[in-house]
Every structure is written in structure tokens, then in C-alpha cells.
């Protein structure tokens, strides 16, 4: 399995506080993104990173923010949660921009908003 | 914008028996096309892709899948279905971003296999 770990794996808080999610890798790719996995619509893209500090939006971008520091780290950011954005989230890696190599994905991250 | 779509949400198959889990794609250009499998509580973990050449596909866990440009479809197939197959399967195609140019995964909405016993 490639090196993903995302944290929490678990969260639950309250509408309208900031939750920041993890996304860890060891692999030393270029290429990070963030999705959200909802029944009926499998998985949307959030945002997304091709270096560090370099990111953009994805799909469903709305009420998110991301950060890449560094190569290791790509953190999203729900500034005020909103019973919306209970889902399951996900992280994933690529080595490569050109969409002809697989993203690798870590485990998920389920996020309840109350 | 490009997309695929699976068009069954369940396929029950008998253990031993083929399996067939569909998906069918709409792209400007030559599409490159891929399919996750994701067990419960579990990432997605890849399977195979098409970029180019053969048509037909092989990849983890006995599984292969066949390009057809006339129908526009890449279906899943193994010709033995065992009951550690029973997941959610997701085909995805490459999405280039207008803004960006960047190459990003578009998914369909998954399938859910059960192989009965």
C-alpha cells in the first residue's frame, strides 16, 4: 500500500467550528487531492495540489481551503461546518500530472457534523 | 467536460459464476479510463487502466476489462467470481480541467458487487 495517512480517521463536531484534516504521504509525490464520498455520487473532487503551494479547485470546492507546505503534508480546512459537509473524505496521491498513471488513496477520514 | 457513468448501483452473481459490473464514458478525445475497488472502511485501491493499445485489460485480482470505442464502454469483468469479490467498484476517467490544464479523476458513482455463496 502506498504511504497515505490521513487523520483523524474519525470526527465528529458542531455546525459552524473549524475542522482541519489531515492528509500525510511518504512517497514523495508531486501530485495531491482531496475528495468528498457521498452515497449516490461517488467521489468529487475537492481540491487538489501539483506542488507545494500550488493548489486549485476541484468540483465541489465551496467552503473548503487547502494547504501545502510541504511535499509530505496537504491540509483541508472546513472554516465554519455546515451539517452539509458530513461525508467521508479522502485523500490521494500521484506521482504523475499527465492522467495516465492511478491515484493512490488512504484510508479516509469520517467526518460527522452535528 | 468528460465523464463516465455506471449504470447498475447492484450486481448479485454466484460465486463461481463470471461477473460483469458496467460503465460506459463520454469524452472529447482519447479517453483514458480506470477501476478502484474499494472494501468497507477502506480507500479505493486501483485495479487496471486503459490509456492505449489492446483493448482488453488485465490487471489485480484476475480481474480485466475491455475497451470498446464503438459502444463507448469499459466494462469490469472476471470469469470467476469468488465471495472475497463482494465491494463497491468504481470506474473513473481523466478530466482535464479547463482552468488549469491539469489532469484530474472524474468517478462514476460506484457499483456494489455481492457474490452469493
Known amino acids: 500500500d502506498a504511504g497515505i495517512t490521513q487523520s483523524p480517521r474519525h470526527k465528529v463536531t458542531e455546525t459552524g467550528t473549524p475542522v482541519t484534516l489531515r492528509c500525510h504521504q511518504t512517497e514523495n509525490h508531486r501530485y495531491m487531492y482531496w475528495y468528498r464520498q457521498d452515497p449516490g455520487h461517488g467521489l468529487r473532487l475537492i481540491h487538489y495540489?501539483?506542488?507545494?503551494?500550488?493548489?486549485d479547485k476541484g468540483e465541489v470546492s465551496d467552503g473548503y481551503s487547502v494547504s501545502r507546505s510541504k511535499t509530505e503534508d496537504f491540509l483541508l480546512t472546513l472554516e465554519s461546518a455546515t451539517s452539509s459537509q458530513t461525508s467521508v473524505y479522502f485523500c490521494?496521491?500521484?506521482?504523475?500530472?499527465?492522467?495516465?498513471?492511478?491515484?493512490?488513496f488512504g484510508d479516509g477520514t469520517r467526518l460527522s457534523i452535528l | 467536460a468528460q465523464s463516465v457513468a455506471q449504470p447498475e448501483d447492484q450486481v448479485n452473481v454466484a460465486e463461481g459464476n463470471p461477473l460483469t459490473v458496467k460503465c460506459t464514458y463520454s469524452?472529447?478525445?482519447?479517453?483514458?479510463l480506470f477501476w478502484y475497488v474499494q472494501y468497507p472502511n477502506r480507500g479505493l485501491q486501483f485495479l487496471l487502466k486503459?490509456?492505449?493499445?489492446?483493448?482488453l485489460v488485465k490487471g489485480s485480482y484476475g480481474f480485466e476489462a475491455e475497451f470498446n470505442k464503438s459502444q463507448t464502454s469499459f466494462h469490469l469483468k472476471k470469469p470467476s467470481a469468488l465471495v472475497s469479490d463482494s465491494a463497491l467498484y468504481f470506474c473513473a476517467v481523466r478530466d482535464v480541467s479547463k482552468s488549469t490544464g491539469a489532469n484530474n479523476l472524474f468517478f462514476g458513482t460506484g457499483t456494489r458487487l455481492t457474490v452469493i455463496p
Open positions: 490521494a496521491i500521484s506521482e504523475s500530472g499527465q492522467g495516465n498513471q492511478p491515484q493512490h
Open positions: 495540489s501539483y506542488g507545494v503551494k500550488d493548489t
Open positions: 469524452v472529447s478525445g482519447n479517453p483514458y
Open positions: 486503459y490509456i492505449t493499445g489492446d483493448n
